[in-house]
């Protein structure tokens, strides 16, 4: 094998597979991104076996063939190339000559047909989004999950067709994030659920751009996500999704609209007095129109009040500060609306439209 | 005490006293920063006994008196306060209350009178320098001393002055830092070891203005740093310098002169096929007028040609790449001049006016 790149693609291409490479693997060939030149098109792969990306790079093929080449050693030598025409050549034991200006390097590759590429995935049934809309919904559900990796449900997300709409959801038991969006098609009815990691390895490829589509296709245990010049193939999660929605109903005793930044400022600041570790709730007094959060810990108190608009009872609530701060983060509202019955149910933040839905369990408290 | 002032200007004086808080400590009392507001003056103070700080800010005093707050919760609660005014009030218990805007804190405070204030320094014989220089020398020689603090020369800097002349040298045992630059004035001689700890907190702190002035008074041991509103004291180490002098000789049979740029490069990409934490040597062919450089690893191999004007015999010199890329970061020229006797003997890197000179003991290798 033998092409000429540029380095910007080359580069371009090595970080975009990268994000399938395992960190930690006893196959070494799976720490290795294949590349392919054939039939004019210069393909690099990379695979994970639960998640794989393929993308196409501009240049010129002089041999076709292929090599499978440690992935970081090649990442770190391309990014670190001068700027210019990246010659890259494969001798029949696989050693791979690094050519750029007056550098040269020779890594010791693989067979490339030792290299397990992406499964094939038949064409049909697509789903057209944005990469904007893609995007943005991953990165609004996407902290609800659980890092914890033995529950697949928690650590993964729930994509829902029907006709126009892709409902996501993310749970993780104490909290749930619910995004609705509408689609320019209508679709026959899709419900899957799709591992965190790969939706966090797409958000982070996907450039978001508005007028760009994203081409995704279901499949019984894998779904494909097609744009720009990339594949990313994973692995669905069997089973049956959580029945969420009953818990996402709508009554209330207390409703109360307030300004997102300063709640979260004020949020943000009642944990300055909590030790490293320290888990302690905050305290949300709503009394007339006045919010007012307050903490007590070993080190001394706050107390600070935030103007809301309240409709029905007054109420005292605990919770955790990171599980408000989370959403208040993704939401692009400068007013928000929390919904809650009492101190003992979970409070809901969403809008009028039902376009979100976010519900947070509280925690216990004495005074 | 009870006192008025705007978060920034109280933010700046927090920032700049914490530098001398210690990280770990079992006196409580030198975690804290203490506020002092006395005949119309607001002064913060920070001390962990080998070097201390302390600070000035412009605010109103409404009640004379000072206390003692935790450096860490301080710090981190002004940061986050809405820009505008603070009050800090102090009742009897020292339990201060922090209030801006609709926020208040209340923290545990301590005595004052317990903390242990700066060193007096009487200020005699002192020597003026703008705060631009003092930085630079300081980023330009701190890098040459070791982490292993067991070693107190080898983790501090001596600074040398006679008549017009200030001289700053660090070493680690294997690489010599040695700058000169001119004052403005003559002083009389002095000859300090001032602890690198002490240095690195200074240049952090430093605007690096060339038209502001930083005073350094000297005493038998201590050393005072005054500019702006703050004053650095810090305890001097004792003993006698190494005698570095007689190891920057004159003498080479191989001078070359490089682009810095090209060097910096080529030895970055040299470093790229080594896995962590493995150390080897890089090689570094001198041969007519072109340098080349090599690795040979486990990975792979990396070659590469660099142009160089040389004077004298041809040279194979072996070195630990880190050690060079240190010294080209902080210098400010385009072209730089090597200078080395053998393979076995230290390189030297200097320019023409002796303003500058690096030390650097070569490895040994084997083909």
Do not use: W
Request: glycine share 4%; net charge negative.
């Amino acid at each position: 094998m033998k092409i000429i790149c540029s380095k910007t693609n080359l580069t371009n291409g090595v970080n975009i597979v990268s994000k399938a490479v395992p960190s930690k693997t006893s196959l070494s060939i799976l720490q290795c991104i294949l590349i392919n030149a054939e039939k004019g098109v210069i393909t690099l792969t990379a695979n994970d076996t639960e998640l794989g990306i393929e993308t196409t790079i501009e240049g010129t093929i002089e041999e076709e063939g292929n090599v499978a080449l440690d992935a970081k050693f090649l990442s770190e030598i391309v990014r670190k190339l001068p700027d210019n025409q990246v010659e890259i050549e494969v001798d029949q034991n696989y050693i791979t000559k690094i050519k750029c200006e007056k550098t040269f390097f020779n890594l010791i590759g693989k067979d490339g047909e030792d290299f397990t590429g992406l499964p094939k995935i038949s064409k049909t049934d697509s789903v057209v989004i944005s990469e904007l809309s893609l995007k943005d919904v991953i990165k609004q559900t996407i902290f609800c999950l659980s890092d914890n990796n033995s529950n697949h449900m928690m650590s993964s997300e729930l994509f829902e067709i029907s006709k126009d709409v892709l409902k996501v959801v993310a749970l993780d038991g104490y909290r749930i994030a619910y995004r609705k969006i509408n689609l320019k098609n209508s679709y026959p009815d899709v419900k899957v659920i799709i591992p965190g990691k790969t939706l966090n390895e797409i958000s982070r490829i996907l450039s978001g751009e508005e007028n760009k589509e994203v081409e995704i296709f279901f499949e019984k245990n894998h779904v494909l996500f097609e744009f720009d010049n990339t594949k990313i193939v994973s692995r669905l999660v069997e089973g049956q999704y959580f029945n969420y929605e009953q818990m996402l109903n709508n009554d209330y005793e207390t409703k109360f609209e307030i300004n997102k930044r300063e709640l979260y400022d004020s949020i943000d600041r009642s944990t300055l007095l909590l030790r490293e570790g320290e888990i302690k709730p905050i305290i949300m007094d709503i009394k007339d129109n006045e919010l007012n959060i307050s903490i007590k810990t070993m080190v001394g108190e706050m107390k600070e009040d935030v103007s809301v608009v309240k409709t029905g009872k007054d109420l005292t609530i605990a919770f955790r500060p990171k599980f408000i701060l989370d959403v208040l983060r993704v939401l692009e509202e400068d007013q928000i609306k929390v919904y809650t019955i009492n101190a003992k149910s979970p409070y809901i933040i969403k809008d009028d439209e039902g376009s979100y839905i976010y519900f947070i369990l509280p925690v216990n408290f004495v005074r």
